[in-house]
């Protein structure tokens, strides 16, 4: 059972290619300037210099060759341009700095709530825009998978930031169909997508279901981290682990509509949902140690900025230490 239902979230712009998609709510266009203004100065001054020391291209491409000269590395001796000119030359290579990084964004109900400074939604367009931000000033390209319990919509990467501000209206202003959560079949529709190794955010609360839902999951994310570079984002809100005492009240599951009377008085329910969120939550926090996959928490009750700053600058000890 989830948390209680919060505020209904303003009204959003219909999908492209749905009609109105040329009126866009002015409460949403002052959303979207002030997140593009924030996170654009974030990713220049707090994050600068820090992705492109974490993020490194994914191989090597050839540039020139040169003569050979006494020290250079035999094994990069071009035998065909030697054997052409009578003289001995070497390939040089260079570093190919540009990437592709992806966005799995979960946009199912679920993400509508939050109890303190924002919803997880817009804490998820937030970070979205900001791991865009720092990915095009370090010269790569972003996509886009927006997942409820189907793939609502796919953004293709590219360049410029005409395209991410594009990405953070998808997130901030998109309209699910689905209102479920299926992360499965969005870290498949990732894989499909970005056809070579890629970084690729997971922006969600990971309520990942249970049963045949949740085995998917697992399968799917193992499957994905042995091809792509994954980052777990997870959104929490402090009422996610804590029911307040506020007596009787009627508690909603966003994502099914059911709904449930719950005595919060009652110490015993109260440390019952506790323990039953610690244990899932848990449950996800093992997952991704055994597949080796960075995991980030980011809570709705405090800044986003500091965590991601930690987690870039973990990568990059492990960077330098070569681990």
């Known amino acids: 059972m989830a948390p209680p239902r919060p505020a209904p979230a303003p009204k959003t712009p219909p999908k492209e290619g749905q009609g109105g998609q040329g009126r866009v709510p002015k409460e949403l266009l002052a959303a979207l300037r ?3 203004i924030h996170t654009s100065r974030l ?5 600068a210099g820090t992705y492109t020391s974490v993020f490194r291209g ?3 491409a050839f540039r020139e060759v040169r003569p050979y000269q006494p020290g250079d590395d035999v094994r990069q ?3 065909n341009v030697s054997a052409r000119t009578g003289e001995t030359f070497i390939k040089l290579f260079t570093e190919e700095r540009e990437m592709t990084v992806m ?3 979960d946009v199912s109900a679920s993400e509508h709530f939050g109890t303190q400074l924002k919803t997880k939604g817009r804490l998820a367009a937030e970070i979205a825009a900001l791991v865009a931000f720092s990915a095009i000033k370090g010269g790569d390209r972003v996509g886009l998978v927006m997942v409820s319990d189907r793939v609502e919509r796919i953004v293709p990467p590219r360049k410029g930031e005409k395209h991410v501000l594009r990405v953070t209206r998808e997130v901030l202003g998109g309209v699910p ?3 479920g959560t299926d992360l499965a079949v969005g870290v498949e529709a990732l894989s499909r997508l970005a056809k070579r190794r890629s970084v690729a955010f997971v922006i969600s609360d990971f309520f990942a279901g249970h049963g045949r839902k949740r085995a998917a999951f697992e399968r799917a994310i193992a499957l994905a981290s042995a091809k792509h570079d994954l980052i777990a984002v997870e ?3 402090p009422r996610d682990d804590e029911l307040p005492d506020i007596g009787l009240a009627t508690l909603e599951d966003l994502e099914t509509g059911e709904e449930a009377i719950v005595d919060t008085s009652d110490r015993g329910v109260r440390d019952y949902y ?3 969120s610690r244990k899932r939550r848990k449950g996800i926090r093992d997952l991704f140690r055994k597949l080796a996959i960075d995991h980030v928490v980011v809570r709705t009750d405090g800044s986003y900025v500091k965590p991601i700053r930690d987690l870039f600058a973990r990568r990059a000890r492990r960077a330098r230490s070569g681990r």
């Open 43 to 47: 990713a220049t001054d707090a994050l």
């Open 274 to 276: 506790t323990a039953v």
């Open 103 to 105: 966005l799995l964004v």
């Open 58 to 60: 994914q191989g090597i």
């Open 34 to 36: 002030q997140i593009e």
């Open 77 to 79: 001796i071009d035998w």
């Open 235 to 237: 959104l929490v809100d």
């Open 177 to 179: 169909t689905g209102r």
